[in-house]
């Protein structure tokens, strides 16, 4: 059986196909169309018949994307980088498709990818946490997917950061209404900014690593910063979850020091010590969130 996956971002749409062994056998990505609801809704249509025509036969259809779909309506929530915030896109493309689909936030399908053949395989808890332009997490727990009442477990990155210190209190204000949350903190777009705002030198955290590494004491000190913040940040989900494994994703996921560092520091805020809990990087990198989805068929329901 072949299974199809897509990944909706705010910005790309990546769709990939795999055999039963997890192969690919396929794979596009294109922009992510925001040029009306309808639009779009063609567009994803189209992408996938056109890679059920080149594979020659149907296959299972799996979607991850920001947000969820909620519970009570079943329109897409949270997914404020999409066209299809707000709209019934599961029965819409349901209808256009004429075939059942499965719909996942994308940082569970990271979760998921990761637990069932990645970095985390083997673990009973699993906790996937995304650094990238924000920061997302997913929670795996004996292969299944943990959505909670509200569709929101794992939204780590809209709690508070802890244990602030009073240079960081009471936060930068987010866009969902409340200051200091996490997001803000640990994200690739908050290294960045909290690095200019230190030293009035923009540079992406790919530069701020590199420059860390060769000896730059300011970017040393932005990397320092953030090592903190994601040590406490993480001690709670320790504290909460205490999964066997968290699994980082997203751009900040390249950093290699993180691994090394952040366990070093994390243990100051938990619970228990030592810790058997691990910390480590996403085995199918960005690929994960759209294998995720393509197993969603897979995945055990919960």
């Given amino acids: 059986m072949l299974r199809i996956g897509l990944d909706i971002g705010g ?3 990546e769709l990939i196909a795999l055999d039963d062994g997890g192969r690919k056998q396929f794979g596009r990505r294109i922009a992510t169309p925001h040029a ?14 056109d890679a059920e025509r080149a594979l020659g036969r149907a296959a299972t259809v799996g979607i991850g994307l920001p947000g969820a779909l909620s519970p009570q309506s079943g329109v897409v929530t949270n997914a404020y980088s999409t066209p299809f915030n707000g ?31 990645g970095a985390g395989r083997g673990c009973r808890v699993v906790f996937g946490a995304i650094l990238g ?18 569709r929101i477990a794992g939204e780590w990155g809209h709690n508070p950061l802890p244990w602030m210190t009073p240079e960081e209190f009471p936060g930068p204000r987010c866009y969902c209404g409340r ?46 910063r ?32 993180l691994y090394a ?17 691990r910390l480590v990087r996403a085995a199918h990198g960005d690929a994960s969130g759209v294998r995720g989805a393509a197993q969603l068929w897979d995945a055990q329901e919960s």
């Fill in 11 to 13: 910005t790309k749409t």
């Fill in 36 to 49: 009306s609801y309808e639009a779009a809704l063609g567009t994803l249509v189209s992408l996938i018949q």
């Fill in 87 to 117: 709209k019934p896109l599961k029965p819409d493309l349901e209808r256009l498709l004429a075939r059942e689909l499965r719909f996942e936030n994308d940082a569970n399908c990271f979760a998921l990818s990761e637990a069932a053949d």
């Fill in 133 to 150: 332009t924000g920061a997302g997490g997913g929670i795996v727990v004996d292969g299944r997917i943990v959505r909670g009442a509200n």
């Fill in 179 to 224: 200051s200091g949350c996490i997001e803000h903190f640990v994200s690739g777009r908050a290294l960045a900014a909290e690095h200019d705002h230190a030293t009035h030198m923009p540079l992406a955290p790919e530069e701020i690593s590199a420059r860390a590494a060769a000896g730059d004491a300011a970017c040393e000190q932005s990397l320092g």
């Fill in 226 to 257: 953030l090592e903190s913040r994601l040590a406490r940040a993480l001690a709670n989900v320790i504290n909460l979850l205490d999964p066997d494994v968290i699994v980082l994703g997203g751009g900040l996921s390249n950093i290699d020091r």
């Fill in 261 to 277: 560092n952040v366990p070093q520091l994390w243990g100051a805020h938990t619970y228990a010590r030592p810790l058997a809990t």
